[in-house]
C-alpha cells in the first residue's frame, strides 16, 4: 500500500505541472506540434508497459482493436488534447489545470446518456457541486478570457467522452487500461500527423492563412526546435509528464485500486493552482480559490462513493 501512494504522489506531481510546462514552452512550439511531439513520445514510454499486459493476459490484437485505438486515438489526442494544448495558450495554467479536471464528472455524464449506467445518490451530488464549481470559476458575469474557458472546458468534456469509448472498448476486447490508452496515444499521434502534413498542401494553407484563427493551423512544423538544445524540455514534457505521468498512474490502480489512483485527478485542482503560484507567479482571483474549494468538495464525495462501491463489489 505504500507503494501505491508513492506511485499516486509522483503521478499527480507530474500531472499538476503539465499546464505550467507546457505555457513554458508555448512560444517555443507550435500548440499541434507539442500535442504530436509529447503523445509519440508518451506513447513509447508506455509501450513496454502495454505490451508487457498484452502478453500476460494473452491477447492478441485485433482488427475491431485497432479500429478502437483509431478512434480513440483521434477522441484524445486529435480532438480533446488539441482543445486542451489552445486552451493553455490562451488561458492560465491553474485555470486549464482546474477545468480540466472536471473530466471524470462528464465522464460520469456520459456513462449515464450513453451506456445507461445508474447514477447512486452521492454521484449526483457529485456533479452538481463539481458544476457549481465550474460556474463560480468561469465566473459568466465576469467573463475575462471566453476564449480560454470554452477551450479548457470543450477539452474536459471531451476526454471525459472518450474516457467512457475507452472503458466501453476496453471491456468488449477484454484489453487493460495500459495497452488502451499505450496504443490510443501512438495512433492519435498517427492521425495527428496525417493532418500536420495536409496543413502544408497548398490550397489547405492558403486557405487557413486567409482566416484569423486558421493561421495557427497552416505550415504546422514538426522538427522545428526539436533539438538537442532543447532535449531537456521535450524530455520533461514527452518522457516524464505525458509517459511518466500515466504510466505511475496506472501502476497505482494496478498496486492498489481505480479509486485510489483517482485520487491524482482531486488532488490536482488544488494542487497545480498552488505550483502554478509559486513557480510562475501566477495570480489567484478570490473566485477561483472558492472554486477550487467546491470542486474539491466535489471530488472527496466522488472519491469516497468510489471506494464505498469497491467496498461492496
Given at each position: 500500500?505504500?507503494?501505491?501512494?508513492?506511485?499516486?504522489?509522483?503521478?499527480?506531481?507530474?500531472?499538476?505541472?503539465?499546464?505550467?510546462?507546457?505555457?513554458?514552452?508555448?512560444?517555443?512550439?507550435?500548440?499541434?506540434?507539442?500535442?504530436?511531439?509529447?503523445?509519440?513520445?508518451?506513447?513509447?514510454?508506455?509501450?513496454?508497459?502495454?505490451?508487457?499486459?498484452?502478453?500476460?493476459?494473452?491477447?492478441?490484437?485485433?482488427?475491431?482493436?485497432?479500429?478502437?485505438?483509431?478512434?480513440?486515438?483521434?477522441?484524445?489526442?486529435?480532438?480533446?488534447?488539441?482543445?486542451?494544448?489552445?486552451?493553455?495558450?490562451?488561458?492560465?495554467?491553474?485555470?486549464?489545470?482546474?477545468?480540466?479536471?472536471?473530466?471524470?464528472?462528464?465522464?460520469?455524464?456520459?456513462?449515464?446518456?450513453?451506456?445507461?449506467?445508474?447514477?447512486?445518490?452521492?454521484?449526483?451530488?457529485?456533479?452538481?457541486?463539481?458544476?457549481?464549481?465550474?460556474?463560480?470559476?468561469?465566473?459568466?458575469?465576469?467573463?475575462?478570457?471566453?476564449?480560454?474557458?470554452?477551450?479548457?472546458?470543450?477539452?474536459?468534456?471531451?476526454?471525459?467522452?472518450?474516457?467512457?469509448?475507452?472503458?466501453?472498448?476496453?471491456?468488449?476486447?477484454?484489453?487493460?487500461?495500459?495497452?488502451?490508452?499505450?496504443?490510443?496515444?501512438?495512433?492519435?499521434?498517427?492521425?495527428?500527423?496525417?493532418?500536420?502534413?495536409?496543413?502544408?498542401?497548398?490550397?489547405?494553407?492558403?486557405?487557413?492563412?486567409?482566416?484569423?484563427?486558421?493561421?495557427?493551423?497552416?505550415?504546422?512544423?514538426?522538427?522545428?526546435?526539436?533539438?538537442?538544445?532543447?532535449?531537456?524540455?521535450?524530455?520533461?514534457?514527452?518522457?516524464?509528464?505525458?509517459?511518466?505521468?500515466?504510466?505511475?498512474?496506472?501502476?497505482?490502480?494496478?498496486?492498489?485500486?481505480?479509486?485510489?489512483?483517482?485520487?491524482?485527478?482531486?488532488?490536482?485542482?488544488?494542487?497545480?493552482?498552488?505550483?502554478?503560484?509559486?513557480s510562475i507567479h501566477e495570480h489567484l482571483t478570490t473566485s477561483m480559490?472558492?472554486?477550487?474549494?467546491?470542486?474539491?468538495?466535489?471530488?472527496?464525495?466522488?472519491?469516497?462513493?468510489?471506494?464505498?462501491?469497491?467496498?461492496?463489489?
Open positions: 500500500m505504500k507503494k501505491t501512494y508513492i506511485y499516486i504522489l509522483i503521478s499527480t506531481i507530474l500531472f499538476s505541472s503539465m499546464e505550467i510546462v507546457l505555457k513554458t514552452v508555448a512560444g517555443l512550439y507550435n500548440p499541434i506540434q507539442l500535442n504530436l511531439v509529447r503523445f509519440f513520445i508518451g506513447g513509447i514510454v508506455l509501450l513496454p508497459l502495454a505490451n508487457y499486459a498484452l502478453k500476460v493476459t494473452d491477447h492478441k490484437l485485433t482488427v475491431f482493436d485497432w479500429l478502437m485505438f483509431s478512434l480513440t486515438g483521434f477522441l484524445c489526442v486529435v480532438v480533446s488534447m488539441t482543445l486542451y494544448q489552445l486552451a493553455i495558450v490562451y488561458d492560465q495554467p491553474a485555470t486549464v489545470a482546474v477545468l480540466f479536471s472536471s473530466n471524470p464528472v462528464f465522464a460520469l455524464l456520459f456513462a449515464f446518456l450513453l451506456l445507461h449506467e445508474h447514477l447512486d445518490r452521492a454521484e449526483v451530488i457529485s456533479l452538481i457541486v463539481t458544476i457549481i464549481g465550474l460556474v463560480v470559476i468561469v465566473n459568466p458575469t465576469n467573463l475575462v478570457n471566453p476564449i480560454g474557458t470554452s477551450l479548457g472546458i470543450l477539452s474536459a468534456l471531451t476526454f471525459g467522452f472518450y474516457s467512457i469509448i475507452a472503458r466501453w472498448a476496453g471491456l468488449k476486447s477484454d484489453l487493460g487500461g495500459v495497452a488502451m490508452m499505450a496504443y490510443t496515444f501512438i495512433a492519435g499521434s498517427v492521425e495527428l500527423l496525417i493532418l500536420v502534413l495536409l496543413s502544408h498542401v497548398k490550397g489547405i494553407s492558403r486557405w487557413l492563412n486567409q482566416r484569423s484563427w486558421g493561421q495557427s493551423f497552416a505550415n504546422i512544423p514538426i522538427f522545428k526546435n526539436v533539438t538537442p538544445e532543447h532535449f531537456l524540455v521535450l524530455f520533461v514534457i514527452g518522457v516524464c509528464i505525458t509517459g511518466g505521468g500515466f504510466a505511475f498512474y496506472f501502476l497505482a490502480m494496478e498496486q492498489g485500486s481505480v479509486a485510489l489512483a483517482s485520487l491524482v485527478f482531486f488532488i490536482k485542482p488544488a494542487l497545480a493552482p498552488i505550483l502554478a503560484m509559486i480559490i472558492v472554486g477550487i474549494l467546491i470542486l474539491i468538495v466535489g471530488s472527496i464525495i466522488s472519491f469516497t462513493d468510489n471506494q464505498r462501491q469497491e467496498k461492496i463489489a
